[in-house]
């Protein structure tokens, strides 16, 4: 029977991301190796468990990406993303929904310094 589990990612600024965790894919040892990809991934691991750090760290970068790309999801899928699976669903994580990103005029404040 397959394991999958969603989990909403948000930041403070009430940016969410909801994903799908296919645990019998995705297994906390695949988990650490993603995580230990990166310099202080045995401390993440530590700090908040594999699938917790594995998380922070793919929301941070799949917000950055949305930001600077028309297609995040194409970028994680195509393998433009190191250290990252893709997040369709092959590698026990997809990318549900998530917020764009719009920059509107009206939202931008001007102040003289």
Known sequence: MTDIR????????SYEIVVEIAHDVLTDERLCELVRFWGDGESRIEQHGALTAFLKLFAARFMTESVISTSPQDAFNEGRIDGFPAVDGSSGLRVVDYDEFSFKADDIDVLEI
Not at 6 to 13: E, G, W
Request: a negative charge.
């Open 6 to 13: 969603q989990y909403v990612l948000t930041h403070d600024f």
